[in-house]
């Protein structure tokens, strides 16, 4: 009752609260930001058309370095709601880009807190948190993102976390990628995302606090290397959209496939498999 108590105090005090957070498009960033994803930094100049979902490395925030909490997330109340939950992870998005996003641009993110829904879940107790990030620039929606975290109880000391056993991947894919997901590739993606979540680069922590055999892939970063994959592999058609749903952690230092189907009526389904054929992350994409 006492969680149930806390929850909607939660609620009524954060539900529909808006922060405004500004970032420039700058062609140093983009420098990074290639580099992170192995392209050629120099080929993104000033004006430049991005990637449509390259907008979410943009606009993150950033608490000060008093506000980080144990875990390396800021404490609850600095930047998100206070649940009463102390483990927090990244579960899926729904995301429209309606507009074009250049290098130079000056972008805005109105950042809210859309939905806070707690649940009864296969592993205890935990609670959804939506927030609704829309990104402007010159004051029009050019993205959508609606993104939801997941809450969950500590695991006592010294018990694995419960993880979802898998279901197989499919196997009608009409492309593929091998990528591997190294310990470098995940320090530079937090970078440039302003992550500092133990789970990525503490092993003894993700290990002994957090229950999990192995640093954690950030979940961002997979999505990003499927959209990547699924974007290369349309030439000529843009991303207008998509939904994307994470279903099982993957380890740093795996190595993972990238797949995706047949465009067909601008709509494709793509995955992500790991290296035992489990599928850990799953997206439907929109292509006008």
Not at 48 to 65: D, G, I, K
Not at 127 to 156: K, N, Q, W
Request: hydrophobic share 40%; glycine share 10%.
């Amino acid at each position: 009752m006492d969680f149930v108590i806390a929850i909607e105090k939660v609620r009524q005090d954060w539900l529909g609260r808006v922060r405004i957070i500004e970032d420039d498009v700058s062609p140093s960033m983009l420098r990074r930001i290639a580099a992170m994803l192995d392209l050629d930094p120099d080929a993104y100049p000033r004006g430049t058309v991005l990637p449509p979902h390259w907008v979410s490395l943009f606009a993150q925030e950033s608490a000060r370095q008093g506000d980080i909490g144990v875990d390396g997330h800021p404490e609850p109340g600095v930047t998100l709601p206070p649940i009463p939950l102390p483990r927090r992870m990244g579960a899926g998005r729904r995301v429209t880009l309606p507009g074009q996003l250049r290098v130079g641009d000056a972008l805005t993110k109105r950042a809210e807190v859309a939905a806070i829904e707690p649940k009864k879940a296969r592993t205890g107790t935990i609670c959804v948190l939506t927030m609704r990030h829309s990104y402007l620039v010159g004051g029009e929606v050019i993205a959508v993102d609606e993104f939801d975290a997941i809450y969950r109880e500590a695991v006592p000391p010294g018990t694995p976390s419960p993880v979802n056993p898998g279901t197989p991947a499919p196997t009608d894919a009409a492309w593929t990628r091998e990528a591997q997901v190294s310990n470098a590739l995940v320090f530079r993606y937090s970078a440039v995302t302003w992550n500092a979540h133990r789970i990525h680069y503490d092993a003894d922590y993700a290990r002994e606090a957090e229950g999990y055999p192995a640093l954690v892939q950030n979940g961002g970063l997979t999505m990003q290397l499927l959209l990547d994959a699924a974007v290369e592999n349309t030439p000529g058609h843009r991303l207008a959209g998509y939904t994307a749903r994470l279903t099982r952690p993957i380890y740093v230092g795996a190595r993972i496939t990238l797949a995706g189907g047949a465009l067909e009526g601008g709509r494709m389904r793509a995955w992500v498999a790991d290296q035992d054929g489990k599928l850990c992350a799953e997206m439907e994409l929109d292509f006008a």
